[in-house]
């Protein structure tokens, strides 16, 4: 009997989890994975999931799927949209929402294992199946990593992942090289000189110190950053203060950065960091300004031979004209780690959830970035059909490219 993916799809939908609290979901992946054959480990980083499926001798694909969700309250209107709630890890109560589709992430994967388990015995290899918590947070595959997945189980030839965007559905974009930006979390605090906001004479005030910041670090990228160049500097978090006629003595300031490589990193890093230290200085503050890294993402960078080799996959599967070149995301996963720390190719790509007839709409229209939500967004779902067809036949379309074929007997 096969598994209901749209039943499997909509239940995750309907029970979002946030980061490292993935309890549920990660039960009933396993659950999948365990009826369909494979040996199953749970706990793995927290609240990660391995699954082994051995069959013959050939070459280890690592399959990653995400699976955590956002604190994000859902505004789609679907008959299933989430109501759920969650703790956050300050403590606050937070709605939550599969804002980023890593329940499209898990759903296909069950769906791929379970393709991948009937046609066993037109190929040989070792099949590790994924289930990785936190990737909201950054954390999630070093989690993993750091709870000794490479040393407990079969260490990968290749890894390969895919993550569903607002494409249309029946697309799949891929590129070899660059795919998704490297990124960096910041955090700032600014230091001032509280008081009444009476006498805001006898202050410093860190809201103005913050505004001016936030302000300035506009032009890193607009000024200071070769045109020809990609680099993202977001101030996504500003805190400060308590009440209206308090001039507090802190302000606190989240930055996202994002570039393509390392070099670029190091530059807009400390352009970031100059301009935050005048700042504090041209405000007269007297305690430098503390910079916090929250998290460090590395670039997602596709191996150019195992990237043509599954778009030749794709291409077979889907034709070559929903075969494209998405271009680098700015966007940054942590699914790298994996493929970093092994030492091995990956290739990572997106496969559209929007509905194809709006799509093409907003294209003529001209109202893409207005018409059709991205991830993160609360009006953010992907059609059902066919976004889950097209993730599972990736998926095992891409495996299959990569495990041997039947009666062969050497990697």
């Known amino acids: 009997m096969s598994i209901d993916l749209e039943a499997l799809y909509i239940d995750l939908h309907r029970h979002p989890e946030l980061s490292f609290q993935e309890t549920r979901t990660a039960g009933i992946a396993a659950s999948h994975l365990r009826e369909l054959g494979l040996e199953v480990h749970e706990g793995i980083g ?3 999931v391995i699954g082994v499926l051995e069959n013959g001798s050939g070459p280890v694909v690592w399959l990653r799927a995400d699976m955590d969700a956002l604190p994000v309250k859902e505004e789609t209107g679907l008959a299933y949209a989430s109501t759920a709630t969650g703790i956050d890890p300050d403590g606050n109560t937070v709605s939550v929402m599969h804002a980023c589709g890593h329940d499209m992430h898990v759903t296909a994967m069950i769906g791929a294992v379970e393709r991948l388990v009937a046609e066993r015995g037109a190929w040989r290899g070792t099949l590790v199946v994924v289930i990785q918590p936190a990737e ?14 490479l ?7 290749v890894v390969l992942g895919q993550h569903v965007t607002p494409l249309p559905a029946g697309v799949i974009g891929v590129r070899p090289g660059p795919q998704m930006s490297a990124s960096d979390g910041i955090q700032v605090v600014m230091h001032g000189r509280g008081g009444h906001g009476s006498r805001p004479h006898s202050t410093i005030d860190p809201v103005v110190m913050a505004a001016a910041t936030v302000m300035r670090l506009q032009t890193v990228v607009s000024r200071e950053v070769d045109p020809h160049d990609l680099a993202v500097v977001t101030v996504g978090s500003i805190h400060a203060g308590t009440k209206n006629n308090i001039i507090p003595a802190d302000a606190t300031l989240q930055l996202s950065l994002r570039y393509p490589d390392e070099q670029l990193r190091d530059k807009v890093l400390a352009k970031v960091e100059r301009i935050v230290r005048a700042e504090a200085m041209a405000s007269g503050a007297e305690r430098e300004p503390e910079i916090t890294t929250l998290h460090t993402l590395p670039a997602t960078i596709n191996d150019a031979d195992a990237t043509a080799r599954a778009v030749a996959a794709f291409q077979t599967a889907f034709g070559p004209d929903a075969v494209i070149d998405p271009g680098l995301f700015t966007g940054s996963e942590d699914v790298s780690w994996f493929a970093r720390d092994a030492g091995v190719p990956l290739v990572f790509w997106f496969w ?5 007839a709006a799509y093409a709409q907003a294209i003529a229209n001209d109202t893409v970035d207005r018409d059709i939500p991205t991830n993160h967004s ?3 779902a992907p059609v059902i059909h066919p976004t889950i067809d097209v993730g599972v036949t990736a998926l095992a379309v891409a495996a299959r490219a990569f495990l041997g074929a039947a009666g062969t007997v050497s990697r």
């Not at 909201?136 to 997945?149: H, I, K, Q, V």
């Not at 040393?151 to 030839?157: E, L, V």
């Open 46 to 48: 927290v609240t990660g």
């Open 136 to 149: 909201e947070y950054g954390s999630g595959a070093r989690a993993m990593l750091d709870d000794g997945a």
């Open 151 to 157: 040393a407990r189980f079969p260490r990968p030839d």
């Open 352 to 356: 559209g959830g929007a509905d194809p």
């Open 378 to 380: 609360p009006f953010y």
